[in-house]
């Protein structure tokens, strides 16, 4: 025989179900947007590079596609996304940066501007990371 206080409890658990289950079959009938209505492709990107020895900033502005040196290294920009709804919040970029004093590449991958440390350049001299992306 149950308790008053749990047949209250089980019938307020039954509501608490229907009402989760009602969300959910709501839930399933919007709409989610496709990947490309969602991000957006920059024209090039920002970076910044730091050479740890010499204490000195330098900002880089390239283009998909171009590439500068930074140091003994080239950094080179293969593509920049972005939110579509929200052009000035994270960035992330696709970069490819070689030694030229090892003849090596030693990054390539994606690089999230709020978050570098994430996937990061691992160089005893110099960091390398992304500000934002171009939108126009």
Known sequence: MMTAAAERARAWLGAAALAAFAT??????IEVPDATDRIST??????????????????????????????????????CRYPAENPAGEAYAWI??????ADEMIFS??????????????HARYDVWVLNCNTS
């Open 109 to 122: 991958g994606w690089m999230i501007a709020s978050s570098p440390a994430l996937n990061a350049l691992d």
């Open 42 to 79: 920059g024209s090039g990107a920002t970076l910044r590079g730091l050479d740890k020895v010499a204490g000195t900033t330098q900002d880089i502005t390239l283009s998909s596609g171009d590439s500068r040196q930074v140091g003994h290294l080239v950094v080179m920009l293969e593509e």
């Open 24 to 29: 959910v079959a709501q839930a399933q009938e």
């Open 96 to 101: 490819d940066i070689f030694d030229t004093r």
